[in-house]
């Protein structure tokens, strides 16, 4: 009788470590899912939304980065806008401007600095790399990454969304740089091409 007890007993601390292990189970599994949820991004979502919380995770903790990249595009939208872009030609600049930089983290993880080359070099694998995630469109990544490896080449300039990142960037270097004003109006000179890029140079810093 004793033995019988005895063995009910197990059986039901056995039971209660099976229903505990299965709770366990399921929850861990629940939180798995909830993260890869909150991982994914609706494809369904706009596409520079997209880039944009993708290059804010891949830079985060670094808020000058991020505030940098994120006032790159907003210049970058709004010069395209007064130019008059096509909705094609806006959408690569604004994708462009999101992920300009980002080549700077591996630039520093392996040379220990940054240059405008060393972005240039480093910058397309890593921006191709974060678009294949978010669109099939070759072309497109294709024209981003081109964007991405010559941001800093000021020469042969071959279309508009080149032009407009590039003065895009000047217009938020100038300003996180403390450029002297002198500075200013030799970026102004040389740099700025556009119509609109112009008219925000002179407005922003004063030119007269």
Do not use: W
């Not at 059986?11 to 229903?19: D, F, L, R, S, W």
């Not at 395209?80 to 992920?99: D, F, H, N, W, Y």
């Not at 964007?147 to 590039?166: A, E, F, K, R």
């Amino acid at each position: 009788m004793e033995a019988e007890q005895n063995m009910e007993q197990e059986q039901n601390v056995e039971t209660a470590q099976n229903i505990e292990e299965k709770q366990n189970t399921e929850s861990e599994q629940s939180e798995r899912l909830q993260k890869n949820a909150e991982d994914m991004i609706p494809a369904g979502r706009d596409l520079k939304s997209r880039v944009k919380e993708k290059m804010i995770e891949y830079y985060a903790g670094d808020a000058r980065r991020i505030h940098h990249f994120l006032k790159v595009h907003s210049f970058a939208k709004l010069i395209g806008e007064m130019e008059g872009v096509t909705e094609e030609e806006l959408e690569i600049l604004e994708v462009a401007s999101l992920v300009h930089d980002i080549g700077i983290k591996n630039s520093e993880k392996k040379y220990g600095y940054n240059t405008g080359k060393t972005q240039e070099k480093e910058g397309p694998p890593e921006a191709e790399k974060l678009l294949m995630a978010l669109t099939d469109d070759a072309s497109f990544i294709e024209r981003v990454c081109y964007l991405v490896g010559h941001h800093h080449t000021y020469s042969n300039i071959d279309g508009m969304d080149y032009q407009i990142l590039v003065e895009a960037d000047f217009l938020v270097n100038l300003y996180e740089d403390k450029e002297h004003i002198k500075a200013v109006r030799s970026a102004y000179e040389k740099i700025f091409r556009t119509r609109s890029g112009r008219k925000l140079c002179k407005e922003i810093f004063g030119l007269s």
